[in-house]
């Protein structure tokens, strides 16, 4: 960690700021350690501060690196925060996509000396490249949630609900270690697995259905993303064929992804491959995102993103076709991008699954 705040360091002078205010949760434990609700955190070139309320002091002398000077706020945060920045700094730097209007105004109110620079991105920059300990705790998280599915494959699917199957795989995660999913689970079964985000429903999941499964786990704060389309008995030919379609097509994406590549060529090389089997039309979202401490972040694969993978990035390879009112297929693995390609941490088969 305090390789990471030096990193960081380095990147200030680029964002022309003396100081930055760190207040996203999410940024403040991959800097600190820290895992409470409240706190911030103060860096620059001789500045490690972190600050938090009473309820959390003794959290934090076991969680936050010992390179910060830890501070106990009296009132609140922001007072606190006066009071640790050195007299010597001009421009301070915050949080622009984690900071309210009301609590820019209250910064400004507090530290009328101090010109507040909003920034964007500069903690999720040094997040999106991982650490090989961080490859090895999303490695952790993803074999944990691939051995919860296969226990609900062995269990069964057919005349089961929906509802039923999210929390049966939600429960083995939770009974293997898992803190918790890492997002809702997604299980449709039917014509429901036509929308990409369906919440699972009381309707039970019957012979000849395609139910597609979108589902990972929380370990030690990272998680994993996996998605797969398994047939509950034999589907059918026309089911059969769009599934090998989405998988040929994911192959190639994930043939694609590499240092170097950016986002939006790995995607469109994804989605040329659905595009030349006639169902361009049904393939609406990105081919994937980067996954670590939280389920959603950079680098995006995407026709929307200026995104340029990295040795090192997480990211997930999920194309999919979507059938409206007939059926839905989508594939997904966990992969890290390497120098010369990539390697997949998703370990259930991609073989459609059929499923008693």
């Not at 530290?111 to 650490?131: D, Q, Y």
């Not at 040929?248 to 790995?266: I, K």
């Not at 297929?329 to 459609?352: F, H, M, N, P, Y």
């Amino acid at each position: 960690m305090k390789a990471r705040v030096g990193r960081l360091v380095d990147l200030l002078p680029e964002a022309d700021v003396d100081l930055l205010l760190v207040t996203n949760l999410v940024n403040i434990r991959y800097l600190t350690g820290y895992t409470g609700s409240n706190g911030l955190v103060l860096v620059g070139p001789r500045t490690r501060t972190f600050i938090t309320d009473f309820r959390y002091v003794e959290q934090a002398a076991e969680e936050v690196h010992p390179s910060f000077e830890r501070r106990r706020a009296t009132r609140d945060l922001v007072e606190a925060l006066g009071e640790a920045i050195p007299a010597d700094a001009v421009r301070l730097g915050f949080e622009a996509a984690h900071t309210t209007v009301r609590e820019h105004a209250r910064l400004a109110e507090l530290l009328p000396g101090v010109e507040l620079v909003g920034l964007t991105g500069i903690v999720e920059r040094l997040r999106a490249v991982k650490e090989p300990e961080e490859i090895e705790d999303i490695r952790a998280a993803a074999a944990l949630a691939d051995t919860a599915f296969e226990r609900l494959l062995h269990d069964g699917l057919i005349g089961r609900t929906e509802r039923e199957v999210a929390i049966a795989l939600e429960h083995a995660m939770l009974l293997r270690g898992a803190e918790g999913p890492s997002f809702k689970t997604i299980v449709a079964t039917g014509p429901r697995a036509a929308l990409p985000h369906a919440r699972p429903r009381e309707v039970e999941i019957r012979r000849g259905d395609l139910v597609v499964i979108d589902w990972g786990a929380e370990l030690d704060g990272y998680c994993s993303d996996c998605t797969r389309t398994v047939a509950a008995g034999e589907p059918g030919e026309s089911a059969r064929e769009i599934y090998e379609l989405v998988l040929e097509a994911q192959q190639a994406g994930l043939d694609a992804v590499r240092s170097g590549a950016g986002g939006r060529e790995v995607d469109q090389i994804a989605r040329t491959v659905i595009e030349d089997g006639g169902y361009g039309e049904q393939f609406g979202h990105g081919l994937g995102h980067g996954v670590g401490l939280e389920i959603h972040e950079g680098p995006r694969l995407s026709q929307r993103t200026d995104d340029v993978l990295r040795a090192g990035n997480v990211v997930t390879v999920e194309p999919g076709i979507y059938l409206p009112g007939r059926f839905g297929v989508r594939i997904e693995d966990l992969v890290v991008a390497t120098e010369d390609g990539c390697e997949v941490i998703t370990s259930v088969s991609k073989r459609l699954i059929v499923a008693e």
